[in-house]
Protein backbone atom coordinates (compact mmCIF):
# COMPACT_ATOMS: atom_id res chain seq x y z
CA UNK A 1 0.00 0.00 0.00
CA UNK A 2 0.90 3.60 -0.94
CA UNK A 3 1.29 5.95 1.59
CA UNK A 4 2.39 9.75 1.36
CA UNK A 5 1.15 12.95 3.09
CA UNK A 6 0.12 15.34 1.11
CA UNK A 7 0.64 19.22 2.28
CA UNK A 8 -2.39 20.96 3.26
CA UNK A 9 -1.83 24.25 1.79
CA UNK A 10 -0.43 22.19 -1.86
CA UNK A 11 -3.83 20.55 -1.36
CA UNK A 12 -5.68 23.54 -1.86
CA UNK A 13 -3.72 25.11 -4.12
CA UNK A 14 -4.18 21.91 -6.80
CA UNK A 15 -7.99 21.57 -5.54
CA UNK A 16 -8.18 25.64 -6.12
CA UNK A 17 -8.05 25.25 -10.04
CA UNK A 18 -11.37 23.01 -9.67
CA UNK A 19 -14.37 25.69 -10.10
CA UNK A 20 -16.74 25.18 -7.66
CA UNK A 21 -20.79 26.17 -7.31
CA UNK A 22 -21.99 28.23 -4.05
CA UNK A 23 -24.70 27.33 -2.78
CA UNK A 24 -26.32 28.50 0.17
CA UNK A 25 -27.77 25.58 2.90
CA UNK A 26 -30.73 26.96 4.79
CA UNK A 27 -33.68 25.38 7.18
CA UNK A 28 -35.50 26.63 9.98
CA UNK A 29 -36.73 24.93 13.00
CA UNK A 30 -39.92 25.50 14.50
CA UNK A 31 -38.92 26.75 17.71
CA UNK A 32 -35.91 29.09 16.19
CA UNK A 33 -36.05 32.67 15.95
CA UNK A 34 -34.78 33.10 12.51
CA UNK A 35 -33.39 31.19 9.82
CA UNK A 36 -30.16 29.31 9.73
CA UNK A 37 -27.85 28.54 7.10
CA UNK A 38 -23.95 28.00 5.91
CA UNK A 39 -22.64 27.98 2.28
CA UNK A 40 -20.94 24.73 0.91
CA UNK A 41 -18.58 24.29 -2.35
CA UNK A 42 -19.34 20.61 -2.91
CA UNK A 43 -22.94 20.63 -3.70
CA UNK A 44 -23.61 17.81 -6.74
CA UNK A 45 -25.95 15.45 -8.53
CA UNK A 46 -25.78 12.05 -7.26
CA UNK A 47 -28.56 10.07 -8.28
CA UNK A 48 -31.41 10.42 -10.74
CA UNK A 49 -33.21 7.21 -9.94
CA UNK A 50 -34.26 8.31 -6.55
CA UNK A 51 -33.45 11.97 -6.98
CA UNK A 52 -30.27 12.60 -4.79
CA UNK A 53 -27.63 15.45 -3.85
CA UNK A 54 -25.24 15.03 -1.44
CA UNK A 55 -22.75 17.70 -0.46
CA UNK A 56 -19.96 17.76 2.48
CA UNK A 57 -19.84 19.90 5.82
CA UNK A 58 -16.71 20.37 7.85
CA UNK A 59 -17.34 18.57 11.16
CA UNK A 60 -15.80 21.84 12.72
CA UNK A 61 -19.29 23.86 11.42
CA UNK A 62 -21.62 25.07 13.76
CA UNK A 63 -24.42 26.00 11.52
CA UNK A 64 -24.93 22.93 9.86
CA UNK A 65 -25.62 20.87 13.64
CA UNK A 66 -28.51 23.68 13.45
CA UNK A 67 -29.70 23.36 9.32
CA UNK A 68 -29.70 19.49 10.22
CA UNK A 69 -31.93 19.39 13.06
CA UNK A 70 -35.17 20.94 10.58
CA UNK A 71 -34.35 18.01 8.88
CA UNK A 72 -35.04 18.92 5.65
CA UNK A 73 -33.44 22.29 4.11
CA UNK A 74 -33.12 24.51 0.44
CA UNK A 75 -29.91 24.30 -1.53
CA UNK A 76 -29.58 27.84 -3.27
CA UNK A 77 -27.40 27.44 -6.07
CA UNK A 78 -26.39 31.41 -5.51
CA UNK A 79 -26.16 34.02 -8.62
CA UNK A 80 -23.44 35.87 -9.69
CA UNK A 81 -23.45 38.97 -7.69
CA UNK A 82 -24.63 37.32 -4.56
CA UNK A 83 -21.38 37.31 -3.08
CA UNK A 84 -22.56 39.38 0.22
CA UNK A 85 -24.98 36.67 0.91
CA UNK A 86 -22.14 34.28 0.69
CA UNK A 87 -20.03 36.33 2.96
CA UNK A 88 -23.30 36.70 5.37
CA UNK A 89 -23.72 33.00 5.49
CA UNK A 90 -20.15 32.58 6.25
CA UNK A 91 -19.82 34.69 9.27
CA UNK A 92 -20.29 33.74 12.50
CA UNK A 93 -22.80 36.17 13.11
CA UNK A 94 -26.21 34.90 15.18
CA UNK A 95 -28.65 35.74 12.33
CA UNK A 96 -27.03 35.42 9.45
CA UNK A 97 -30.47 35.98 7.31
CA UNK A 98 -30.59 39.68 8.91
CA UNK A 99 -30.12 41.09 5.73
CA UNK A 100 -30.83 38.75 3.20
CA UNK A 101 -34.16 38.73 1.32
CA UNK A 102 -35.82 34.87 1.72
CA UNK A 103 -39.30 33.50 1.16
CA UNK A 104 -40.40 30.12 2.59
CA UNK A 105 -40.16 27.17 -0.11
CA UNK A 106 -43.09 24.65 -1.01
CA UNK A 107 -41.36 22.13 1.73
CA UNK A 108 -40.54 25.32 4.66
CA UNK A 109 -37.24 25.92 3.99
CA UNK A 110 -35.47 29.09 3.17
CA UNK A 111 -35.38 30.32 -0.48
CA UNK A 112 -33.12 32.72 -1.08
CA UNK A 113 -34.70 35.36 -3.70
CA UNK A 114 -32.77 35.71 -6.58
CA UNK A 115 -30.59 32.41 -6.28
CA UNK A 116 -29.90 30.78 -9.64
CA UNK A 117 -31.70 27.70 -9.00
CA UNK A 118 -33.27 25.85 -5.74
CA UNK A 119 -33.15 22.25 -4.78
CA UNK A 120 -35.41 21.64 -1.93
CA UNK A 121 -34.17 18.58 -0.05
CA UNK A 122 -34.55 16.09 2.88
CA UNK A 123 -31.54 14.73 4.42
CA UNK A 124 -31.61 11.05 4.34
CA UNK A 125 -27.88 9.84 5.44
CA UNK A 126 -24.79 10.82 7.04
CA UNK A 127 -21.17 9.60 5.98
CA UNK A 128 -17.66 10.18 7.48
CA UNK A 129 -15.43 11.68 5.28
CA UNK A 130 -12.43 12.79 7.33
CA UNK A 131 -12.77 15.90 8.39
CA UNK A 132 -16.32 16.05 7.00
CA UNK A 133 -19.64 14.92 6.81
CA UNK A 134 -20.71 13.64 3.79
CA UNK A 135 -24.67 14.43 3.61
CA UNK A 136 -26.87 12.92 1.41
CA UNK A 137 -30.37 14.52 0.89
CA UNK A 138 -33.51 13.05 -1.56
CA UNK A 139 -34.65 15.66 -3.91
CA UNK A 140 -38.57 16.84 -2.96
CA UNK A 141 -38.38 19.94 -5.65
CA UNK A 142 -36.17 22.07 -7.44
CA UNK A 143 -36.56 24.84 -10.11
CA UNK A 144 -34.42 27.26 -11.76
CA UNK A 145 -33.86 30.68 -10.82
CA UNK A 146 -32.21 33.92 -12.48
CA UNK A 147 -28.84 34.94 -14.31
CA UNK A 148 -25.52 32.80 -14.26
CA UNK A 149 -23.92 30.75 -10.97
CA UNK A 150 -21.63 32.41 -8.66
CA UNK A 151 -18.23 30.75 -8.84
CA UNK A 152 -15.29 30.03 -6.60
CA UNK A 153 -12.14 29.42 -8.63
CA UNK A 154 -8.35 29.73 -7.06
CA UNK A 155 -9.95 31.83 -4.50
CA UNK A 156 -12.28 34.36 -5.99
CA UNK A 157 -15.77 34.36 -6.14
CA UNK A 158 -17.59 35.92 -9.40
CA UNK A 159 -19.64 34.96 -12.16
CA UNK A 160 -18.27 32.58 -15.05
CA UNK A 161 -17.49 35.13 -17.46
CA UNK A 162 -16.26 37.21 -14.62
CA UNK A 163 -13.87 35.01 -13.76
CA UNK A 164 -12.82 33.71 -16.90
CA UNK A 165 -12.31 37.89 -18.38
CA UNK A 166 -9.43 38.25 -15.55
Not at 22 to 34: C, F, M, R
Not at 40 to 55: E, H, N, R, Y
Not at 151 to 164: D, S
Request: aromatic content about 4%.
Amino acid sequence: MLTSTIDQAHYRTVMGHLPTGVVALSGITPDAEHPCGLVVGTFQSLSLDPPLVSFSVAHTSTSWPKVRAAGRLCASILAAGQEPICRALSSKQPNKFADIDWTLSQTGSPRITGAHAYVDCEITHELDGGDHTIVIARILHMDTGHGEPLVFHQGRLGGIRQLTAA
